[in-house]
């Protein structure tokens, strides 16, 4: 059996630190660097692409809506087009800071309030996706399992692969569920592995509310802002790697 393990990261911003990219950049196998809308900026992408260049961890952009404040988890009423070349923007900006790094950028996935609009309507998903299809050169799409950008990508050519979070709950039409809701956040590394673990073995992913919903997944993500991410990213690699689980790239860097 074989996942990747990503996380978010270079979501820092001037002095102002989020999370340990370092640490975590020691654990993951990608890494989805934010590209300056919810969060970053030139300084912070440029260190976090050279810190993942020389670890061999594969680069994904993670852009957002320009909502530092709010750290892109609001919606900002957009036309979809706009969306789709406000995305294009923050993919060229990481794309030019990475080539800087020694580094390439190989996918794009949308990050909070954006990436959860894409995975719940249609045309933002297909805005996003005929997007992220026009750049050059080629680049995947990471999207929530089971979701509209999933589907508007393999619609539009462009290959894609899911993802499944380990620190998120998850509702049972495969979305996850708000962070306004209690027991949307999870932070038991122990319990977060094993949940890990015995959905490796069915696909079946637990439901707040009771049951299950299957999902697939290439990929596994870890918030880099969550509380204990590093604790959390550690002890989902160590429990899978004891059950005989390969972690590995989704992609080639």
Known sequence: MR?????????SFGPWAMGDDPAML???????????????????MFRTLGLAAARGVVVGAHPGYPDREGFGRRVIPMPPAE???????????????????????RYVKPHGALG????????????????????????ALLAISGTA????ARAAGVEVFSEIFADRAYLADGQLVPRSRPGAVLHDPDAIADR???????????????????LDA????????????????????????????????????
């Open 83 to 105: 969306i789709g070349r406000m995305v294009a923007a923050q993919v060229g900006a990481l794309s030019a800071l990475a080539q800087m790094a020694g580094t390439a950028v």
């Open 196 to 214: 890990l673990v015995r959905f490796l073995e069915n696909r079946e992913m637990p439901v707040l509310d009771g049951g299950t919903v299957r």
């Open 218 to 253: 290439h990929s596994i993500c870890v918030h880099g802002d969550t509380p204990g991410a590093v604790a959390i990213a550690r002890a989902v690699r160590d429990r899978l790697t004891g059950a005989g689980v390969t972690l590995a790239p989704f992609l080639t860097a």
């Open 149 to 152: 950008l999933e589907h508007a």
């Open 26 to 44: 020691d654990i993951v196998t990608s890494a989805n660097v934010a590209a300056g809308g919810h969060a970053s900026d030139p300084e912070t």
């Open 3 to 11: 996942i990747d393990l990503n996380s978010d990261l270079g979501e």
């Open 116 to 139: 959860n609009l894409a995975a719940a309507d249609a045309e933002v998903a297909r805005a996003i996706a005929a997007a992220v299809g026009a750049l050059a050169p080629r680049l």
